[in-house]
């Protein structure tokens, strides 16, 4: 469904960008397509093109990485690479979490201070999908990292703020308590 979201959300961001100006005495400039299946079928291969090079990136950052991934049916990449406790979460309840979040390439976007952790309830709050479905990979105690596609981070839009657009995030995450 988020997927279906994305592909929508692209296809008005790229129709917004081709839509004809109003200068030129009311002339319209013309769409280079020339129906309606020919201009979803553009945008679909365009889709399936991003998605391909983002799958590329994500491979070469594992191949570098010191960590052993699985993936998800979701497409989220996750290891656990330090385990704690067997005492996991499900839907419903709080998870109480040290992080560090980075764009793929590197850059920190934020990160939890000692003493200062973040607290999400599981499958309600807003943070970003692949957060949800990875910590309940998890168990107290455990230290991961995720690997979240911009499908299961924030999309085509980023988040207006420091999350460009379309970005692949990284969280290294330590699953504190549950509460």
Not at 24 to 31: A, D, E, P, R, S
Not at 32 to 45: A, V
Request: charged fraction near 25%.
């Amino acid at each position: 469904m988020l997927l279906n979201w994305t592909i929508k959300s692209f296809i008005m961001l790229f129709l917004a960008a081709l839509l004809p100006s109003c200068k030129g005495g009311g002339k319209q400039q013309q769409l280079p397509f020339k129906t309606k299946k020919e201009y979803e079928q553009t945008m679909i291969e365009s889709h399936k093109l991003f998605l391909q090079k983002e799958k590329e990136k994500i491979k070469t950052y594992i191949d570098s990485s010191n960590y052993q991934f699985t993936q998800s049916g979701s497409g989220l990449y996750y290891a656990i690479y330090e385990k704690g406790g067997n005492d996991t979460l499900e839907g419903g309840e709080n998870a109480l979490i040290a992080y560090t979040l980075s764009i793929m390439n590197g850059d920190t976007i934020s990160q939890t201070k000692e003493g200062k952790y973040f607290e999400f309830t599981v499958d309600f709050d807003q943070v970003e999908s692949g957060l949800h479905e990875g910590i309940k990979l998890m168990a107290v105690g455990d230290r991961a990292r995720f690997i979240l596609p911009a499908h299961l981070a924030h999309g085509i839009t980023g988040d207006q703020m420091k999350i460009p657009s379309q970005a692949t995030l990284v969280y290294d995450v330590k699953l504190l308590a549950k509460r």
